[in-house]
Nanobody, 114 residues
Framework: VQLQASGGGLVQPGGSLRLSCAAS????????MGWYRQAPGKQRESVAR???????NYGDSVKGRFTISRDNAKNTLYLQMDSLKPEDTAVYYC?????????WGQGTLVTVSS
């Protein structure tokens, strides 16, 4: 399983970005898919998750601002990020779980700064 994350960049506070995570295999096989982030000097944290049946879960700090979605036809996971804040600055990773196995993408840097 290979995961290719993209869409990061520099954005001003209040702006938006959409991250994409393209999988090398059908995403139907994954129990859950999600986005995590790691800011400098901090531990990696869960941002948003989506299950195979479409149930979603968000971290408290991003609720109401971020939206996770999946396109099964394109084998791609998305994270729409709106109303971005400087504290959202981090490397964002996509991850999928298949049974007891977990796979990670390479990360994409999001910088929120004026």
């Amino acid at each position: 399983v290979q995961l290719q994350a993209s869409g990061g960049g520099l954005v001003q506070p209040g702006g938006s970005l959409r991250l994409s995570c393209a999988a090398s295999v059908s995403i139907f096989r994954f129990n859950s898919m999600g986005w995590y982030r790691q800011a400098p000097g901090k531990q990696r944290e869960s941002v948003a998750r989506i299950t195979s049946v479409g149930s979603t879960n968000y971290g408290d700090s991003v609720k109401g601002r971020f939206t996770i979605s999946r396109d099964n036809a394109k084998n791609t996971l998305y994270l729409q990020m709106d109303s971005l804040k400087p504290e959202d600055t981090a490397v964002y990773y996509c991850s999928v779980r298949e049974g007891t196995d977990r796979y990670w993408g390479q990360g994409t840097l999001v910088t929120v700064s004026s």
